[in-house]
C-alpha cells in the first residue's frame, strides 16, 4: 500500500496516509513536478494512462508524483523521472506551491508541491504503464492548447505554468 507524506502549510512533515484515503480526504500532503526543457525551449509533455487514479488521460508536465516517508524530494523526483521517463538528467529545484482542487472520481488534490527544472535533448523511452504517449512542445503552442482545450490538461500544469515561464526569461 503505497503511502503519501502529510505536510503542513510550511512543508513540515506531520504523518502519513494511504495514498488514495488522502486524496479521498484532500489531505495536505508532499508532491513534485518536473518540467524538462529540450535546448528549442521545448517542453517535454506526457498523457497520463486512462487508468490512472486520478487525472487519468490528460496531458501534463514531464513527471509528477509523491516522495514516500523518509525519502529525499530531490532523489524522489530523480527515481520517478527514470521510472517514469527512462532517464535522468540534473534537476534544480525552481520554486513550490500548494494547491487544493477537486480531481476525478471525487477525489481532491491538495499539495505542497516542489517544483523542478531539468534539460534534456533525447527521445525518452516512456513506461506505458504510466504514460500512453510524450511529445515536445513549444511552450507559445502550449499555452494556446491551454487556453483552447484547458480540460485535456491537468489542473498543477496549467497552475505552474506561468511560474515556469518567469523563471525561463
Same mark, same amino acid.
Given at each position: ?9 510550511? *512543508?513540515?512533515?506531520? =504523518?502519513? @496516509?494511504?495514498?488514495?484515503?488522502? /486524496?479521498?480526504?484532500?489531505?495536505? +500532503? ?8 529540450? &535546448? ?9 494512462? @486512462?487508468?490512472?487514479?486520478? &487525472? =487519468? *488521460? ?5 513527471? $509528477? &508524483? +509523491?516522495?514516500?516517508? *523518509? ?10 523521472? #527514470?521510472?517514469?521517463? =527512462?532517464?535522468? $538528467? ?23 508541491? /516542489?517544483?523542478?527544472? =531539468? ?6 523511452? /516512456? ?16 499555452? #494556446? @492548447?491551454?487556453?483552447?482545450?484547458? #480540460? ?6 496549467? +497552475? &505552474? ?9
Amino acid at each position: 500500500m503505497e503511502r503519501v507524506v502529510l505536510v503542513d502549510q510550511n *512543508g513540515r512533515e506531520v =504523518g502519513t @496516509e494511504e495514498k488514495l484515503a488522502a /486524496h479521498r480526504k484532500g489531505l495536505l +500532503h508532499r508532491a513534485f513536478s518536473i518540467f524538462i526543457f529540450n &535546448s528549442k525551449r521545448e517542453l517535454l509533455l506526457q498523457r497520463r494512462t @486512462e487508468d490512472k487514479y486520478h &487525472s =487519468g *488521460g490528460l496531458w501534463s508536465n514531464t513527471c $509528477c &508524483s +509523491h516522495p514516500t516517508s *523518509g525519502e529525499n524530494i530531490v532523489d524522489a523526483a530523480h527515481r520517478r523521472l #527514470k521510472e517514469e521517463m =527512462g532517464f535522468d $538528467c540534473p534537476l534544480e529545484e525552481v520554486f513550490s506551491f500548494i494547491y487544493k482542487t477537486p480531481v476525478s472520481d471525487g477525489l481532491i488534490e491538495h499539495e505542497f508541491d /516542489h517544483v523542478f527544472v =531539468g534539460y534534456f535533448d533525447e527521445s525518452p523511452v /516512456h513506461n506505458p504503464a504510466e504514460i500512453t504517449e510524450w511529445r515536445w512542445t513549444p511552450l507559445l503552442s502550449l499555452q #494556446k @492548447e491551454i487556453s483552447e482545450n484547458p #480540460k485535456q490538461y491537468t489542473y498543477w500544469l496549467k +497552475h &505552474s505554468l506561468d511560474k515556469i515561464l518567469l523563471y525561463l526569461d
